[in-house]
């Protein structure tokens, strides 16, 4: 999606910046293919050095965390570069933010809580890119032997020599830096629609408000802003059906990439001071992405139900009849819930993490247990 201002005050725009860069830079584009085949040729060379040298042991050893890793980046590297994804994202800004009311339209209190929001959320996107650059630098095995961490650098340094080694130790350690902020530009995409999502409820309920204030019930002016409203709240429920629709799926990858990461932490817990810098900012990561998704998801759902209550609230008894059937279309249709799906994911997840953890590490421990005894 390309950038352009369509909301005037778009105070959320530079969300969109940084995904900006990496899906629509022709260079950069060029770049990110490459990574992107890169990745798949780390993956395919692992398995075949792990089959043809028969080291199965380290499927069950700390090297799961590489693969949850990898998993959450290829699945956003899908998602952020296939054309179809790109088409998507394009539609819903260019054919739904059109329709949408101008910031503007509400009191100066509102629109300045928009703009504290916006501020508040844009520091939390910049946060969250210190600590992937931090936690993607500590990723790099600065010191003594810790590059068996990753097993695709230890097949690296097994089999390569010389100045191949070098080359390929670049490219994979630039690799992590350019998929960890694949990952958050997904989050900020996300976080940029759902904002205005929320923005544009909160209009709605102030132009209830504001109708259920209004003295003069015969003046045609409550008709065309009841229909204007209904309008708007129609199309955030197109809004909210396609946005769940895209990122149905993304999410769900994610979610599954920060279970796999958070159960190998359990099962292989820090040894090194390597691997506390990589667990403390891989965990900043994942607090703010995944409750900044659930934060953003109720927020949301409570402003859309606050919709209805405000529609109930409206001196319908006193407007003339063509307001009143206006108004109880407007009932029915609130009654709707506006829910995005990926912060519900995010939550079954969690629980999902908190099962395995109570059933699966015993047996784990057990097992390990076992197999180093014997």
């Not at 778009?10 to 990496?22: A, G, P, R, V, Y």
């Not at 799926?249 to 359990?266: E, H, K, R, T």
């Not at 992405?289 to 209805?308: A, D, P, R, V, Y």
């Amino acid at each position: 999606m390309k950038s352009v201002k369509i909301l005037k005050d778009d105070h959320l725009l530079k969300l969109t910046t940084l995904s900006n860069i990496l899906s629509f830079h022709r260079i950069v584009k060029k770049i990110s293919f490459f990574y992107y085949v890169f990745m798949l040729q780390i993956f395919v060379v692992d398995v075949l050095v792990i089959i043809f040298t028969n080291q199965y042991h380290l499927i069950l050893t700390r090297y799961i965390a590489f693969g949850g890793a990898s998993f959450l980046s290829l699945s956003n590297y899908i998602i952020l570069y296939h054309r179809s994804y790109a088409k998507m994202y394009s539609s819903i800004y260019y054919e739904t933010f059109p329709n949408l009311w101008p910031l503007r339209h509400v009191s100066d209190i509102d629109y300045k809580r928009f703009q504290s929001l916006a501020k508040r959320t844009i520091t939390v996107s910049l946060i969250m890119a210190i600590a992937t650059a931090i936690a993607a630098t500590a990723a790099l095995p600065w010191y003594g032997n810790e590059y068996n961490v990753y097993f695709p650098v230890k097949v690296a340094v097994d089999y390569l020599k010389n100045w191949k080694l070098h080359i390929y130790l670049f490219l994979f350690y630039s690799l992590l830096y350019h998929g960890g902020f694949t990952v958050i530009s997904n989050l900020y995409c996300f976080m940029y629609m759902v904002l205005h999502l929320y923005n544009q409820f909160c209009m709605i309920n102030e132009k209830l408000k504001m109708l259920s204030e209004f003295q003069n019930a015969e003046d045609n002016v409550v008709t065309q802003e009841l229909i204007s409203c209904i309008k708007l709240h129609q199309q955030l429920l197109e809004f909210t059906r396609r946005i769940n629709s895209m990122l149905y799926f993304p999410i769900f990858y994610y979610a599954i990439g920060v279970v796999i990461i958070a159960l190998s932490l359990f099962l292989y817990p820090i040894v090194t001071l390597g691997d506390l810098c990589r667990m403390i900012f891989t965990g900043v990561i994942a607090i703010f992405s995944t409750g900044g998704i659930c934060f953003l998801g109720q927020l949301l759902e409570n402003e859309s139900e606050k919709t209805f209550m405000s529609a109930c609230a409206t001196k319908w008894y006193l407007w003339n009849r063509k307001n009143k059937k206006l108004l109880q279309i407007f009932l029915s249709m609130t009654q709707k819930k506006t829910v995005i799906s990926s912060s519900g994911i995010i939550t079954i997840n969690y629980r999902l993490l908190i099962g395995l953890y109570r059933t699966i590490y015993p047996l784990m421990m057990f097992l390990i247990h076992i197999s180093n005894t014997f």
